[in-house]
Nanobody, 128 residues
Framework: VQLVESGGGLAQTGGSLRLSCTYS????????VAWIRKVPGNDDEAVAC????????YYPDSVRGRFTASRDRVKKVVYLQMNNLNAGDTAVYYC??????????????????????WGQGTQVTVSS
């Protein structure tokens, strides 16, 4: 199983970026894909999760309304659209996967979780 990320980079405050994550499992698998961001010295924060079969997204309160997760089941790609960015969104963003679709519940509840699969991470920097 592989997760390969693309996107990220530099954005200005109030701007937008889109991250992509290509996954390698079968389309009939009902797995969860989440986006977790890491900042040195801070706890990991999951900012979105989506089921790769049903495409239903979940968000914690901290980003709801600004971030949107979606997926293309044919291309096997999950997207994270990030709008109205601010300096607090600066982080390394990781695409992660779990064989349990229910893992998305931990994202919505902001509960820590050990994920089965990890991408390589992509830097997002927001400047003012």
């Amino acid at each position: 199983v592989q997760l390969v990320e693309s996107g990220g980079g530099l954005a200005q405050t109030g701007g937008s970026l889109r991250l992509s994550c290509t996954y390698s499992w079968f389309t009939h698998n009902d797995y969860a894909v989440a986006w977790i961001r890491k900042v040195p010295g801070n706890d990991d924060e999951a900012v979105a999760c989506i089921g790769t079969r049903d495409g239903i997204p979940y968000y914690p309160d901290s980003v709801r309304g600004r971030f949107t997760a979606s997926r293309d089941r044919v291309k096997k790609v999950v997207y994270l659209q990030m709008n109205n960015l601010n300096a607090g969104d600066t982080a390394v963003y990781y695409c992660v996967g779990d064989r349990l679709r229910e893992a998305c519940g931990s994202v919505m509840a902001s509960r820590p979780r050990t994920w089965d699969y990890w991408g390589q991470g992509t830097q997002v920097t927001v400047s003012s």
